[in-house]
């Protein structure tokens, strides 16, 4: 069973290892059963993709792959941080562990 990923969809984040270390993305899939995440133009890889149709060119592209979601870390205020939880009324909210504001 996976875990619980703590990044959800459109978050900006930073990445802490890898050959993207220090890039910053938007997280576009988060991809649960794998525990990855696919960051806006961050980890891109050539693929050979075939045509589609007449006006689709093919050829070699580049896409995004999956990070692993321990080489990502949300961006807060202050710069990247880790997340917490809090209950605010009836409501789960996330908050930055570094200032304690919702995220």
Do not use: F
Not at 11 to 31: C, H, P, S
């Amino acid at each position: 069973m996976a875990n619980k990923i703590k990044i959800k969809k459109n978050d900006t984040v930073e990445v802490i290892a890898g050959k993207d270390k220090g890039k910053r993305g938007m997280v576009l899939r988060v991809l649960p059963s794998s525990n990855r995440v696919i960051v806006q133009g961050l980890n891109m890889q050539k693929k050979a993709m075939r045509r589609k149709s007449q006006q689709d060119r093919g050829g070699i592209m580049e896409i995004e792959t999956p990070i692993h979601v321990s080489n990502v870390m949300i961006v807060g205020k202050n710069g990247p941080t880790r997340i917490g939880y809090k209950m605010e009324g009836d409501k789960k909210i996330r908050i930055c562990r570094k200032t304690g504001e919702a995220l």
